[in-house]
T-cell receptor
Framework: AQTVTQSQPEMSVQEAETVTLSCTYDTSESDYYLFWYKQPPSRQMILVIRQEAYKQQNATENRFSVNFQKAAKSFSLKISDSQLGDAAMYFC?????????????FGSGTQLTVLP | EAGVAQSPRYKIIEKRQSVAFWCNPISGHATLYWYQQILGQGPKLLIQ????????DSQLPKDRFSAERLKGVDSTLKIQPAKLEDSAVYLCASSPPARVGGTEAFFGQGTRLTVV
């Protein structure tokens, strides 16, 4: 079974600054997807960014980018030019590609506070 | 495109009572997930359906929880009888078939259950 670990329960960043959220995972599979989801107080889980494991290039979405290190099984999220609206709980998630289950497994989350 | 619909948004019940949650996934999405998210933790998979068949219910407490997905569309999750530790947010998510390139899961707004 796959596991996802987020070792930072809380992080804070000054508005307009850059912050990096860490995530590691454990798997024996060679191909899979990784995601960062954002969950604001409204509870709606929103996809921030996705990474296919077979792609060496790190994914970017506007101010959000990842540092994907497949050998180290590390998948960190960098938020540049942080905005007040970025404040939320962030979850790292792993999804299998093979097999019928294709489970989606989450980490424990990092609560991000953005300071004005 | 309509999102994943869940109802109710909030529910308060006494322990030993029963409760049911409803989920309507995005049209055409073959995979449906139910997650339990205890306050301050990441979502934990309870059950995963592929069309109307169960592909993973290994973490579903089957002595009190049950779920069904009628005709491969809507789904209901039931708890009977409820315990205090069942207090959590119950999230429903769906994803498109792999053959159409479905990677991410789309989430509903969740149902917050409080057992008193």
């Amino acid at each position: 079974a796959q596991t996802v670990t987020q070792s930072q329960p809380e992080m804070s960043v000054q508005e307009a600054e850059t912050v990096t959220l860490s995530c590691t995972y454990d798997t024996s599979e060679s191909d899979y997807y990784l995601f960062w989801y954002k969950q604001p107080p409204s509870r709606q889980m929103i996809l921030v960014i996705r990474q296919e494991a077979y792609k060496q290039q790190n994914a970017t979405e506007n101010r959000f980018s990842v540092n994907f290190q497949k050998a180290a099984k590390s998948f960190s999220l960098k938020i540049s030019d942080s905005q007040l609206g970025d404040a939320a709980m962030y979850f790292c998630a792993y999804r299998s590609i093979s097999g019928s289950a294709r489970q989606l497994t989450f980490g424990s989350g990092t609560q991000l506070t953005v300071l004005p | 495109e309509a999102g994943v619909a869940q109802s109710p948004r909030y529910k308060i019940i006494e322990k030993r009572q029963s409760v049911a949650f409803w989920c309507n996934p995005i049209s055409g999405h073959a995979t449906l997930y139910w997650y339990q998210q205890i306050l301050g933790q990441g979502p934990k998979l309870l059950i995963q359906f592929q069309n109307n068949g169960v592909v993973d219910d290994s973490q579903l407490p089957k002595d009190r929880f049950s779920a069904e997905r009628l005709k491969g569309v809507d789904s209901t999750l039931k708890i009977q009888p409820a315990k205090l530790e069942d207090s959590a947010v119950y999230l429903c998510a769906s994803s498109p078939p792999a053959r159409v390139g479905g990677t991410e899961a789309f989430f509903g707004q969740g149902t917050r259950l409080t057992v008193v």
